[in-house]
């Protein structure tokens, strides 16, 4: 899940192996999957990356996509995706329907969708499965108390129903435990027994930015969402461009 260009170095593109360890379905058509890299005792990214996984279609040529890990770094070779079932996405679908055991190719780390230093008080804005690098970029925020000491995190999710509010119970959690750190769901198409946010991504992220210009933003989604939040913050609320971190994935 990225626009960003991929390096080409020989290290960079040295073919890996993992293996699926668990497969979970997060909804009708999006999963959640983990893998251990084969024969490694770490992979060692930097939370908001991406891989590239490589699988030959029935025609013999190779397909490559690229996909946001979705999880922090971890010291057993182990990482998270998060991705949804398409109408012809050969690759996609492929992962999604993968049996527990079953090995892939890819190459990687890659991407530059990263927490930028110094580190300063910041919103996290997702929708869909844009969530997956953000994931991994909270993880590691809140794995250790001084990653985020004095700081104040806030993460927008939106998606249109509640059934699809992925991983709700994790940011739950990381919210209870953590004063610092607040998480608004938001759904655009919800029933009359939603009692949270409503609407887009934006409403809410203005709310919350309002008045203030000394934050960082990290947006991560199709890209009518990350252009309108990005309009939202350097037109009207005034920030700089290298305030605001994003990757797009259509």
């Not at 192996?17 to 890299?37: G, Y």
């Not at 040529?61 to 995706?81: G, V």
Request: hydrophobic fraction near 35%.
């Amino acid at each position: 899940m990225s626009t960003l260009p991929q390096e080409r170095t020989t290290l960079e593109r040295q073919l890996l192996d993992a293996r699926l360890t668990k497969s979970i379905l997060l909804s009708p058509q999006t999963k959640h999957l983990e893998l251990k890299v084969d024969g490694a005792d770490e992979f060692r990214f930097v939370p908001g990356q991406f891989v590239s996984i490589k699988h030959p279609r029935p025609d013999g040529k190779e397909h490559t996509r690229a996909y946001s890990i979705a999880s922090a770094p971890r010291t057993d070779a182990t990482f998270d995706l998060c991705l949804n079932r398409v109408d012809d996405g050969f690759l996609s679908n492929w992962l999604c329907d993968l049996e527990v055991g079953t090995a892939l190719r890819f190459h990687g780390p890659h991407g530059l969708f990263v927490l930028r230093e110094p580190r300063k008080d910041a919103v996290f804005i997702a929708t869909g499965t844009g969530i997956a690098p953000i994931r991994g970029m909270i993880e590691w925020l809140f794995e250790e108390p001084e990653r985020n000491r004095g700081h104040q995190y806030w993460l927008v999710f939106g998606t249109r129903y509640e059934h699809s509010i992925y991983y709700r119970d994790e940011f739950e959690r990381i919210a209870n435990e953590n004063s610092n750190f607040h998480y608004v769901p938001t759904l655009s198409r919800c029933g009359d027994r939603w009692q949270g946010c409503q609407g887009y991504v934006q409403d809410h992220v203005r709310e919350i930015v309002a008045g203030r210009s000394d934050l960082q933003a990290y947006i991560c989604g199709l890209h009518q969402m990350v252009d309108a939040n990005r309009k939202l913050l350097k037109e009207e609320m005034g920030w700089d461009r290298k305030q605001i971190v994003f990757e797009r994935y259509d």
